[in-house]
T-cell receptor, first 111, second 113 residues
Framework: DAGVTQSPTHLIKTRGQQVTLRCSPKSGHDTVSWYQQALGQGPQFIFQYYEEEERQRGNFPDRFSGHQFPNYSSELNVNALLLGDSALYLC??????????FGSGTRLTVV | EDQVTQSPEALRLQEGESSSLNCSYTVSGLRGLFWYRQDPGKGPEFLFTLYSAGEEKEKERLKATLTKKESFLHITAPKPEDSATYLCAVQAGSSGANSKLTFGKGITLSVRP
């Protein structure tokens, strides 16, 4: 049974560019949450998607947006990249009853 | 606003030297307190969920306990393979079972052979 799959594993972008990160949830899970983890910090909640709608949002600017598809997979988009957006981006999937499973993350470096 | 503080930031132990990691929290209506292990460059791996004060859970060399203000992760006779970052997170009850997790910064544990 595949766990949470994220792609790509690493990428490098230039300031001002846009990036799209992808997440396939664990089989049977219908809710996807995204977290940002800066180096030496704990993960910070970005937003959560359920039934293709954003249900909860953390304290992140509108440059961060997302989408959930009918098959429950999800994308995280970040526009106008800043150096401070460099981080490990984690996707976590769950059921409505809870119980998070995290992926291995996408390491984004902005230069 | 929910807050989680973990201490110490880093801990170095000799193999077999038992110790405890601390997680202090403030949250409006605790739904659950979570402990995760994270290896470098990987995502958090679930260890325990605690729901109410007085609850304890064990897994191999790890034991997690919970009070109304803090949680401890006790490591008994650690081995080098226990070296990792240990994350504590709280979940408030206001948004249901899927409400967001608020994490601490983590404790980096190194166990020397």
């Amino acid at each position: 049974d595949a766990g949470v799959t994220q792609s790509p594993t690493h990428l490098i972008k230039t300031r001002g560019q846009q990036v799209t990160l992808r997440c396939s949830p664990k089989s049977g899970h219908d809710t996807v949450s995204w977290y940002q983890q800066a180096l030496g910090q704990g993960p910070q909640f970005i937003f959560q998607y359920y039934e293709e709608e954003e249900r909860q949002r953390g304290n992140f600017p509108d440059r961060f947006s997302g989408h959930q598809f009918p098959n429950y997979s999800s994308e995280l988009n970040v526009n106008a990249l800043l150096l401070g957006d460099s981080a490990l981006y984690l996707c976590a999937s769950s059921l409505a009853t809870g119980g998070y499973t995290f992926g291995s993350g996408t390491r984004l470096t902005v230069v | 606003e929910d807050q989680v503080t973990q201490s110490p930031e880093a801990l170095r132990l000799q193999e077999g030297e038992s110790s405890s990691l601390n997680c202090s929290y403030t949250v409006s209506g605790l739904r659950g307190l979570f402990w995760y292990r994270q290896d470098p460059g990987k995502g958090p791996e679930f260890l325990f969920t605690l729901y109410s004060a007085g609850e304890e859970k064990e897994k191999e060399r790890l034991k997690a306990t919970l009070t109304k203000k803090e949680s401890f992760l006790h490591i008994t006779a650690p081995k080098p393979e226990d070296s990792a970052t240990y994350l504590c997170a709280v979940q408030a009850g206001s948004s249901g079972a899927n409400s967001k997790l608020t994490f601490g910064k983590g404790i980096t544990l190194s166990v020397r052979p």
